[in-house]
């Protein structure tokens, strides 16, 4: 499956707890998203890196996350100090990086903070 | 603020009823236009998009939109629905800049 995937595909956490994440893009993909999504609502946008490059953040994406993609390649999300308002789906996706072109998503991490 | 509505929030249809799922969003320059669509307990994937030219696109399993400009919308649409069209969709719009915004989505429940 040449695929995006992410790992692990659930996560459940003690509150306080450190969790981290992995995305690894469709193989020549420049640009990687990731995206939150609660239940009844659609993806929202946290982060996108272009190559190594971490060029925007959402408002979302508050202190206790962290992103990074370094070497171009895979990408991880970290979240210190896991709340209970952080459980939701962690979307991860990835596009050539052309313009007009769509984004290919993966199956996303269900993290529960219990 | 630049946002993507999606009125239906559940709809049930019987099989080959036709389809309408609505999109507005509100910009009034240049968008770009998907649907996605997310079958249980699967990954969010590409129906159909609009970037420029005609403003019916055709997608994949028939599916097909209208781009309205005036209108701000977007609907999706399909003639006769099947059972296995059971899932939940997504309109998603770029609004010039590097990120997806979508709508809160739409379930679709086709009863057989």
């Known amino acids: 499956d040449t695929g995006v995937s992410q790992d692990p595909r659930h996560k459940i956490t003690k509150r306080g707890q450190n969790v981290t994440f992995r995305c690894d893009p469709i193989s020549e993909h420049n640009r990687l998203y990731w995206y939150r999504q609660t239940l009844g609502q659609g993806p929202e946008f946290l982060t996108y890196f272009q190559n190594e490059a971490q060029l925007e953040k959402s408002r979302l994406l508050s202190d206790r996350f962290s992103a990074e993609r370094p070497k171009g390649s895979f990408s991880t999300l970290e979240i210190q100090r896991t709340e209970q308002g952080d459980s939701a789906m962690y979307l991860c996706?990835?596009?050539?990086?052309?313009?007009?072109?769509?984004?290919?998503f993966g199956q996303g991490t269900r993290l529960t903070v219990v | 603020a630049q946002s993507v509505s999606q009125h239906n929030h559940h709809v049930i249809l019987s099989e080959a009823a036709s389809l309408e799922l609505g999109c507005n969003y509100s910009?009034?320059?240049?968008?770009?236009l998907f649907w996605y669509v997310q079958y249980p307990g699967q990954h969010l994937q590409l129906l159909l998009k609009y970037f420029s030219g005609d403003p019916l696109v055709k997608g994949i399993k028939g599916f097909e939109a209208e781009f309205i400009k005036s209108k701000f919308s977007f609907n999706l649409r399909k003639p006769s629905v099947q059972w296995s069209d059971t899932a939940e969709y997504f309109c998603a719009v770029n609004f010039g800049n590097e990120k997806l915004t979508f709508g809160t989505g739409t379930r679709l429940t086709i009863i057989p």
């Open positions: 910009y009034g320059g240049t968008v770009n």
């Open positions: 996706a990835s596009s050539p990086g052309f313009y007009n072109t769509e984004a290919f």
